[in-house]
Each structure stands twice: as C-alpha cells, then as structure tokens.
Nanobody, 120 residues
C-alpha cells in the first residue's frame, strides 16, 4: 500500500524557516516523482515544488524560487522541503504527492497534509 506522511508544519514568524518532511512507503522511491502542493483557505491548490528520479530534476513555482529547496533522501524514503524567508502568503496546508513524473502524469497518491502558518 502506498503511503505518504507529511510532518514539520507549524507556526512561524515572517522571515523564519521550516522544514517539511514527506515519508513515503509502498513504492519504489528511486523511480518516483514527489511533489509538494499547498492550499490556502478559499484558494485553489497550487504546485510548489517537485523532485524526480533521485534529485535528477527539481522544479519550483515562481513564488517560492530562491526561498524553498526540495531534496530527497532515498535511504530514508523521505523528501524534504526546506522553506526559508517565509511570508504570510505561504500560509497553507502543504501536501506531498507521488507520481511517475513531475509533469505530464497525475499525482495519484497524496498525504494527509501539514499546516504551515506564517504570522506577520
């Protein structure tokens, strides 16, 4: 059974940092693409970042470029999202999801989400 479990969310002041973790199980991690998405109240879900094929390719939304860094630890079957210089507009529930590619394939497996709140 494929499972994705996010952790690391919390409350932080603007300018602060958080590191989210996505622990995956039930599939071959080396062949997967893991994406981070977020959804704020009243807004549509948006893609934040993605890493595919053991850190070969990484992608970032324009809104987080230069502030967020995605990485994967295949030995731990875990993907991290390091979030620096956080802004109040980064407040959302963050989800990780698995696919075969970062684009062009559906993300069929999702975690339960972790709340990130950035205070001004």
């Amino acid at each position: 059974e494929v499972q994705l479990v996010e952790s690391g969310g919390g409350l932080v002041q603007a300018g602060g940092s958080l590191r989210l973790s996505c622990a995956a199980s039930g599939f071959t991690f080396d062949d997967a693409a893991i994406g981070w998405f977020r959804q704020a109240p009243g807004k549509e879900r948006e893609g934040v970042s993605c890493v595919s094929r053991s850190n070969v390719s990484t992608y970032y939304a324009d809104s987080v470029k230069g502030r967020f860094t995605i990485s994967s630890d295949n030995a731990r079957n875990t993907v991290y999202l390091q979030m620096n210089s956080l802004k109040p507009e980064d407040t959302a529930v963050y989800y990780c999801a698995a696919s075969t590619r970062c684009s062009g394939s559906p993300f069929g497996h999702w975690g339960q989400g972790t709340q990130v709140t950035v205070s001004s």
